[in-house]
């Protein structure tokens, strides 16, 4: 507990924390305001001039009430699990920016209990962004819903299924960015390649799998399961989509991802020298 109290002192003494904060919150509502669109186009696609062809079944189930309300109560995750990525990178990248590395291990000579105590202060960062964000969902999510004549939905299981496995996708991620942290000890390096990854494989993953799918059909849809990106959104989904994975696949790819990240750098970090 101690390395903990340690990695999380490091993390409140920088301004790199709240700067990202504030970065989150204009990201949120910006999102937010998407989303309201969003909803308002799959409860009414008639009002919105969304033509009969392409309201397709997967549509369809995305604009029932209890979808339309998981959206909205996990409004942000988009770039709230980035902003927590960049975040577990740094506090790694950061020990080697400020040639604080070889300190730290010299104090705690077990390497993999250092590691240890990064992800776990990682975890805690992600965690707390999830309950602030998802704090501001449940009390602006009911009055757009009510605004669009649906109840809050809050009585449904699913929705809190949603809100649940959108806090494990915050949890998972601050894991990767541990992950490339350790990976690429240079912070530019990382920080731009976890960018890229995210992003340019969240952009590129759609439009490959839209035309895969075009080509040979739905069932490649399932291999949106690949993409973390993609698989923590299916995470938050309120129900199972027609032609896409099951939410629980998500999760558990998820899962793996994380388990292998954090194993590969805990193994490297207690192999590569330190200077």
Do not use: C
Request: charged letters at 10%; zero cysteines.
């Amino acid at each position: 507990m101690n390395l903990v109290r340690s990695e999380l002192l490091k993390i409140r003494t920088t301004n790199t924390w709240w700067i990202f904060a504030l970065i989150t919150l204009p990201l949120w509502g910006l999102t937010l305001l998407i989303n309201y669109f969003q909803s308002q186009a799959l409860l009414d696609p008639a009002a919105v001039g969304v033509p009969e062809s392409e309201q397709n079944a997967q549509f369809q189930a995305a604009g029932e009430h209890v979808n339309v309300a998981a959206n909205l109560y996990t409004n942000g995750q988009f770039f709230g699990v980035l902003i927590v990525m960049l975040l577990g990178v740094l506090v790694v990248t950061n020990e080697f920016q400020h040639q604080t590395a070889t300190t730290t291990f010299l104090t705690t000579p077990h390497r993999t209990a250092v590691v240890l105590a990064k992800l776990v202060a990682a975890g805690i960062l992600g965690l707390l962004f999830w309950v602030v964000t998802t704090g501001l969902n449940l009390v602006l999510a009911p009055l757009i819903l009510s605004s669009l004549d649906v109840a809050s939905q809050l009585d449904q299981g699913a929705v809190w299924q949603a809100i649940g496995l959108n806090g494990l996708a915050y949890l998972l991620w601050a894991v990767f960015g541990i992950g490339f942290g350790v990976l690429i000890r240079s912070q530019i390096g990382a920080t731009v390649t976890a960018l890229l990854i995210y992003l340019a494989g969240y952009i590129g993953a759609i439009i490959v799998l839209a035309i895969l799918a075009d080509r040979f059909g739905d069932w490649i849809n399932n291999l949106q399961l690949i993409v973390p990106s993609l698989a923590s959104q299916l995470m938050a989904t309120g129900t199972d989509l027609p032609g896409s994975p099951p939410r629980w696949a998500g999760a558990v790819v998820m899962v793996a991802y994380a388990v292998v990240t954090g194993t590969i750098g805990t193994l490297i970090m207690r192999k590569r020298d330190v200077s």
